[in-house]
């Protein structure tokens, strides 16, 4: 049962435009999302988060949209830059007392020069 | 350097071994989980501990799987008799004690299990 679906394992941009990574679950009982970015051979490195009861937060070049209704969450990453070429992992809090994240499968991004 | 550390980053094992991993998380903090990812998966819950209470386990934790955070500092994760199918990153991450916050997660320890 895969409650966080990431259903684009991969997504090619030009440096400069806009990314759009998109994750839709099927949990009503996530109360907090994060997003982690990850490099190899490295560990998740948390980039933003927003809670259940707001639809959108912003931060720098990157901003999270959460349309509950709809059960469905994107990233927004403007302008992209090459650095910003990872795994990107959507990441809900199971919420009702647990601190459990469930993470999807991850969409990886590569941003061209 | 105040990041969470993981020893060992590699770890290479013959079947039926045991092994054990520890995790250093960010000092202060009080929350530590435990994940495993595989190639092609995102990270799975394995436990989280709330200083030295161990409160919450996944199904994923079998018998064979043990965890401890005997002071509330540092945390080990052993596994006995290990499976060709242990073989997975195991992550460990920490975070403060509040309502909404993020996990900082550690850099891995990679478990090859021949």
């Known amino acids: 049962d895969q409650q966080v679906k990431q259903n684009s394992p991969s997504l090619s941009v030009q440096e400069g435009r806009i990314s759009i990574l998109n994750c839709d679950y099927t949990n009503s009982m996530f109360d907090y999302f994060l997003w982690y970015k990850k490099y190899p051979a490295e560990g998740p490195t948390f980039l933003i988060s927003?809670?259940?009861?707001?639809d959108k937060n912003e931060d720098g070049r990157f901003t999270v949209f959460l349309n509950k209704s709809a059960k469905h969450l994107s990233l927004h990453i403007v302008p992209s830059q090459p650095g910003d070429s990872a795994v990107y992992f959507c990441?809900?809090?199971?919420?009702?007392?647990?601190?459990?994240?469930?993470f999807g499968k991850g969409t990886k991004l590569t941003v061209n020069p | 350097d105040t990041g969470v550390s993981q020893n060992p980053r590699h770890k290479i094992t013959k079947r039926g071994q045991n092994v054990t991993f520890r995790c250093d998380p960010i000092?202060?903090?009080?929350?530590l989980y435990w994940y495993r990812q595989t190639l092609g998966q995102g990270p799975e819950f394995l436990t989280y501990?709330?200083?030295?209470?161990?409160?919450?386990k996944s199904r994923l934790l079998s018998d064979r799987f043990s965890a401890e955070r005997p002071k509330g500092s540092f945390s080990t994760l052993e596994i006995q008799r290990t499976e060709q199918g242990d073989s997975a990153m195991y992550l460990c991450a920490s975070s403060p004690d509040s309502s909404y916050n993020e996990q900082f997660f550690g850099p891995g320890t990679r478990l090859t299990v021949l």
């Open positions: 501990f709330q200083n030295e209470a161990q409160l919450e």
């Open positions: 990441a809900p809090r199971r919420g009702g007392g647990s601190e459990k994240l469930v």
């Open positions: 000092s202060e903090h009080n929350r």
């Open positions: 927003i809670s259940s009861i707001k």
